[in-house]
C-alpha cells in the first residue's frame, strides 16, 4: 500500500475503498487492520467506510480521522497548546471590527460587526491555511481601485498584526501547528505501518502538504475520487498549462494539478479496486460535454463519434419544470416511485428550499426522508423560541408577537399546557384583539381580568403573563453580551416553565440541547467582546448568526431508501436513482459569497483561493453525482420573481446533445419526454377527482324565514345595505362580526378616528368663536387624540405634520361657520322609529351647529369625501340625518328645519363636499327612498353579495363567507329562501 491510486467516476467510492483495503489485508493477521490509519475529508465518508467494512463480515476497524483533525496523531505531549475557540475568537474581532466602524462609519453599521467578524474570521483561516502573513499583503497594488480597499488591506494588516500579538492559538493555527508537527514528526520517524489519504481533491494547501508527505512514506497511499480516465490527454494537460491560475472551474482541475506535480500521467495512477463505472457511456458523454471553454471545438470532432449515445441518455431523464413548486412535486413523485420499486434514490441539490419542499411533497404520502443536512437551528423549536423572544426584547410587546409567543409549542410546557392554551385563546379573542390594544401591558391584562364580563377570575396563569410581561417591559435597552444572553436564558426557561419552576423539554433532543449549549458558550465567551453594550436588536443579531450556522438532524423517523444530500456527498454515498435538483446558474454553482476585505485581483495578487475554486469543487461534485445508473437532470425555467439560467453543466449537456445530430437530439428529446410526463404526473396529484366532482358556488341571495326581518339599521348601513345587502344580512340578521384583526398597525381607520376625537375635544373647548390661539389648541387637540389611539411614534409623528398642513385652511373655513352658527350637538346619537315597514333608523352625528334659521350638519372625513355621484345614490348619512332632524329624532335641537349638511375633508387637505340641490325636496326623497328600500326587503328580497360594489377592489368582511371567487360580479345571484331550523 504505498503511491498513488484513483477511483473512476461511476464507482461508489466509500465501497470500492473498503473492498481495496479488505483485499491488501487479506493474508495479514486481523489486527493488520487495526494498524491503517485512515485520513478522510468528511465525517459521512469516515461513517461510510466504517459502515462498508462492517459489511464485509467481523472485523477490526482502522484508525479512521479527518485530514482537518491531525493533533490525535501525534506523539505523546507533540499536541499544541490550548487554542482560543471559534466564538471567542468571533466576538475578539468583533470588538476589532467595531473600532474600525466607529472610526470609518461609512463602511458599514457598527450593528453589522458580528457578520462582518464571521467574514474577517474565515479570511484570517485561509491566510493561516495558504502561509500568507501580513506582510504578504503589500503586494497587492490597489492603485487603481477605490478607497475602499486600501483601507480594507490596512486594517487587516492590523488585524494579522493583532492576532499575533494576541499570542493565542487560533483553531487555523492549531491545525497548521500540528500538520507542521506531524510531518516534522514523520520526517524523523517514518511510521511502518499504512497511512492512507483517501476522497480528497487537495483543494486547500494544509491537504496538498499532507498528501505529500503521505506519498513520502514507506507506507503511504492516497486515493484520489472521481478520476476522470475518458478526457484526452492533450485536454488534461492543457488544464494545468502555462503559469496562470489554469482552469480552476474544471472538475478535474485539482486531480490534473496534483497529478502534474508529481510528474505522473493518468495511465501511471492504478486502479486501488477494480469495480467497474456503472454508466461508463454517460460518463465520456459527461466528460466531453465538461471541456474547458477554448477546447469545446473538439464537440465537433469527438461528439458525433461517441459510442453508445443511445444508452448513456436512456436512463437520464431531463425535467423543465415551469416553477420551483411543479419542480418540487416532479421529484417527489419520482422518489416514491422508485421507493415502490424498491429501488435507493437519493435529491442531490445545494437548494436547501428546494430540499424542503420536496421533503413536504413526500408527506402526503407519509414518507420522511433520510436529510443529511437536517435543519438550521434557527428553524427548530427551540432555536424559534429563542428568536421570537430576541426579536421582542428591547421593545413594547406587540399583540401579534405576544399571541405567537403564548401558543410556541414549548411554551408553558413545563406545566398544564391544556390549561394554558385556553388561557391563551381567551386572552387573544377577549384583549388582544378588542381594539385598540397594539401594545398589551400586565396592567391591561388585570384589568382584563377582573372585568366581570370576562368571567375570569385572578389566578397563577394570569400573575404567571403579567410577569413576562413586566420582565419585558423592564428588559433594559441596552447591556452587555454576557447581561443580554443571561437575562436571555432566564426569560425563555420562564417562558417555558410557565407556573412551574421547570423549562419542561425544552431542552430536551438534539435541538435543545445544541440551542443551550451555543447560548452557555456565548454568556462564558462574551467578555472576549469587551463591555461595550449592545442594544436588544444587535443582540438578536448575533444569536441569529449563531444559530443559523448550525444545523441538527432528525433520523428516528426518516427512510433510509429516500434521502436527500448535499453536493458534496456524491462523493461518498451512493444510490441507484439520483435526482440533481435546482440545476440553475446561482445554485448549481452558487453564487460566490460576496467578500468584504478582498476582491478577486486582490486575492490573486497575494496567492490566496480565488472564486474559480469553488466552481471548480462544485463541478466535481456534480460530474460524481451524474455518473449514478440512473439520474434526472431537473430545474425550474422560472424562479419566484424572474425566469431562470440553466446551470452551465446542464447547458453545456444540451448544447453537446443538440449539435452532434439527429442521435443526439432524438436523445435530448426523448430525456425532455421522460420530463414532462413526470410533470404531468405530479400535476394530476393536485387536479379534482373525476369521481367526486365539485361545483362552484353559486352568488347567493339568501331570503329570511317569515317573522325574520331587519328592524334596525344606522345611517350608514344603509348605503352598505345598497351596495352589499348580504353584508347587513350576515351582520344585523345572523349576528356575524369580522373578529378585529391580531396584527394592530396605524392604518387610515386608526387615523380617522383621531381626527374625530380632535375635532369633538376642539369643538367641546372652543364652542363659541374662534380665539386666537385656535392653531395651537387644534394642534394640541390632535396631539391628545393620537397619543391615545395611536400608540406608533413614526405614525404620529407623520400625521401631526399632514395635519398641521391642514389646520390654516381649516380654521379660515371653520371661522365662516362660527360666523353664521354656534356648534350644539357634538357625537349626538338620534333615533327615529318607522311603522311601515316597522324598522328603526339610528345616527351618531359627528356635529350639528345651531343657527338662527335652522341647523347645519357637518361630518368629518379624513379621506376623500363622496363624490356628487356617490352622495346621489349611495352615501345617503347626511340626507339620512337631515330627515332625521326634520322628524324630531335628536331632540336637543329646538329647530328642525336643515339649512345645510357638508362633509369636511380634514386629511392629506382641506376640502368641503355638500349635495347637489339640497333642500326640502332632497330630504323628502331621500324618506321616501329609504322607506321603499326597507319595504323591499320586508316584502322578500334576496340580500345579494356585493350588488353593487364600490370599486373592483372592494373587500367586505364577508367575502369569504359568500364564497366570492368561485363567483364574480357578473354572475347573477341565486335566490335562496330559508327556514328557520
Known sequence: MRGLYGEPLGVDFSHSLAAGLRARLRDHPPEAMARVTLLVNTTRLARRVEAALMAGGPTLLPRIRLVSDLASLLPPGAAPGATVGPLALRLRLTRLVATLLRAAPDLSPVAAAFDLAGSLADLLAEMEEEGLSSDGLDCIDVGDLSRHWEQSRQFLRIATDWLDGAGDLTPAGENALALQTLLTHWGQ?????????????????????????????????????????????????????????????????????????????????????????????????????????????????????????????????????????????????????????????????????????????????????????????????????????????????????????????????????????????????????????????????????????????????????????????ADPPTATLAEHATRHLNLVEYLAGGRTAVPGPLWDGDAGRAVHRIVRDLIANAPERGDAALDAREFARILQGLLSSEEVRDTHASNPDVMIWGAIEARARHADLVILGGLNDDVWPGQPAPDPWLNRAMRAACGLRLPERRVGLSAHDFQQAVSAPEIWLSRSLRGTEAETVPSRWLNRIEGLLGGIGPRGQAALRDMRDRGR??????????????????????????????????????????????????????????????????????????????????????????????????????????????????????????????????????????????????????????????????FTLTARADRMDLRDDGVAIYDYKSGPPPSEAQQKHYAKQLLLEAMMVVEGAFPDLPFREVREVAYLQVGNRYAEMAPKDFGPDLINATRTGLIELMAHYADGAPFVARLAPDLLAYASDYDQLSRFGEWDDTIPAIRIPLARS
Open 189 to 473: 520517524t517514518p511510521p511502518a505501518d499504512p497511512v492512507i489519504v483517501a476522497g480528497s481533491t487537495a483543494s486547500r494547501a494544509p491537504t496538498r502538504r499532507l498528501i505529500e508527505a503521505v506519498l513520502d512514506l514507506p507506507q503511504g497511499a492516497v486515493v484520489l475520487p472521481g478520476l476522470d480516465t475518458d478526457m484526452p490527454e492533450p485536454a488534461w494537460q492543457d488544464l494545468v498549462a502555462g503559469d496562470g491560475p489554469g482552469r480552476q472551474d474544471h472538475p478535474q482541475f485539482r486531480l490534473a494539478a496534483l497529478l502534474a506535480t508529481r510528474g505522473v500521467t493518468r495511465a501511471e495512477v492504478p486502479r486501488w479496486e477494480d469495480t467497474p463505472p456503472v454508466a461508463p457511456d454517460r460518463n465520456r458523454l459527461v466528460s466531453l460535454a465538461l471541456r474547458p471553454a477554448p477546447a469545446t471545438d473538439a464537440w465537433r470532432e469527438e461528439g458525433p463519434a461517441l459510442d453508445g449515445l443511445e444508452e448513456a441518455c436512456a436512463s437520464i431523464t431531463l425535467l423543465e419544470a415551469p416553477s420551483p413548486g411543479a419542480e418540487a412535486a416532479a421529484i417527489a413523485c419520482g422518489l416514491r416511485d422508485a421507493l415502490h420499486r424498491g429501488v435507493r434514490s437519493a435529491l442531490i441539490t445545494p437548494d436547501r428550499t428546494l430540499a424542503r419542499q420536496v421533503g413536504a411533497q413526500l408527506g402526503r404520502w407519509g414518507i420522511v426522508p433520510d436529510d443529511s443536512a437536517g435543519r438550521p437551528l434557527n428553524q427548530s423549536a427551540p432555536g424559534r423560541l429563542m428568536l421570537h423572544v430576541a426579536q421582542m426584547r428591547g421593545r413594547r410587546p406587540e399583540a401579534e408577537a405576544l399571541s405567537i409567543l403564548l401558543e410556541h409549542p414549548l411554551t408553558h410546557s413545563g406545566g398544564d399546557r391544556a390549561d394554558h392554551l385556553a388561557h391563551a385563546r381567551a386572552l387573544e379573542v377577549g384583549l388582544l384583539r378588542r381594539e385598540p390594544l397594539p401594545f398589551p401591558t400586565a396592567e391591561a391584562v388585570m384589568a382584563w381580568v377582573d372585568d366581570p364580563s370576562t368571567a375570569l377570575t385572578p389566578d397563577d396563569w394570569s400573575e404567571w403573563l403579567c410577569g413576562l410581561l413586566d420582565r419585558l417591559a
Open 677 to 838: 410526463a413526470w410533470l404531468a404526473t405530479a400535476a394530476r396529484l393536485d387536479m379534482p377527482d373525476d369521481r367526486h366532482p365539485t361545483r362552484a358556488a353559486v352568488r347567493p341571495g339568501p331570503v329570511p324565514p317569515a317573522g325574520v326581518a331587519l328592524d334596525r339599521i344606522s345611517v350608514t348601513g344603509v348605503e352598505t345595505l345598497i351596495r352589499d345587502p348580504y353584508a347587513i344580512y350576515a351582520r344585523d340578521i345572523l349576528g356575524l362580526r369580522a373578529m378585529p384583526p391580531l396584527r394592530q398597525g396605524p392604518d387610515g381607520r386608526v387615523r380617522g378616528s383621531a381626527v374625530h376625537d380632535a375635532m369633538e375635544r376642539f369643538t367641546r373647548a372652543t364652542p363659541g368663536p374662534l380665539p386666537n390661539d385656535a392653531a395651537e389648541r387644534l394642534r394640541a387637540a390632535f396631539e391628545r387624540a393620537l397619543e391615545d389611539g395611536a400608540p406608533w411614534p413614526g405614525a404620529r409623528r407623520l400625521w401631526l405634520g399632514r395635519f398641521g398642513r391642514v389646520i390654516p385652511d381649516f380654521l379660515v373655513a371653520e371661522a365662516a361657520r362660527r360666523a353664521r352658527g354656534t356648534p350644539l350637538l357634538i357625537e349626538g346619537t338620534g333615533r327615529l322609529a318607522f311603522a311601515r315597514p316597522p
